[in-house]
């Protein structure tokens, strides 16, 4: 039986190093942290939370009606601001709000917002 053992660890090893490949991949392409302090220096959170509605949608939520849409797509609405999509209560234009910043926070919100 013992020989079996170094083979049982070695393929939990393999399984386990998949697991932190994969998982570093996905975080390779969306940096939380940084994209919540981004929101946060943008008075993003002034309105929206990650997980409930507060003035604007839940991210969560945003991320789960976008599912798929075009990164651009959403970091021009988010730029534009917008009405009616979700509610009475209308999203002011964000003028100052560099473009590559609006497309790190459009990937970040379809990604549903992650902290790290
Ligand atoms: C003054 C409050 C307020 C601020 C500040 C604000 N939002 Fe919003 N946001 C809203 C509201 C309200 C809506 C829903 C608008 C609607 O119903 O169409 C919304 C909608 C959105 C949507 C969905 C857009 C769509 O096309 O459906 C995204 C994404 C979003 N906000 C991201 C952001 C980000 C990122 C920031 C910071 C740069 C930000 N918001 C700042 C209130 C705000």
């Excluded at 849409?69 to 002011?92: C, E, Q, R, T, Y």
Aim: aromatic fraction near 6%.
């Amino acid at each position: 039986m013992s020989i079996f053992r170094p083979l049982t660890s070695f393929a939990a090893a393999v399984s386990g190093a998949a697991a932190l490949l994969a998982s570093g991949q996905a975080m390779a392409s969306v940096d939380g942290a940084a994209a919540l302090k981004l929101a946060q220096a943008n008075a993003c959170m002034a309105c929206h939370a990650v997980d409930r509605k507060m003035v604007g949608p839940a991210y969560k939520d945003i991320a789960a009606k976008y599912k798929g849409m075009d990164v651009d797509k959403l970091a021009a609405s988010i730029k534009a601001g917008g009405a009616g999509k979700w509610g009475p209560v209308p999203m002011p234009a964000q003028a100052n709000l560099k473009p590559e910043d609006a497309k790190t926070l459009a990937a970040w919100i379809l990604a549903g917002a992650p902290s790290k």
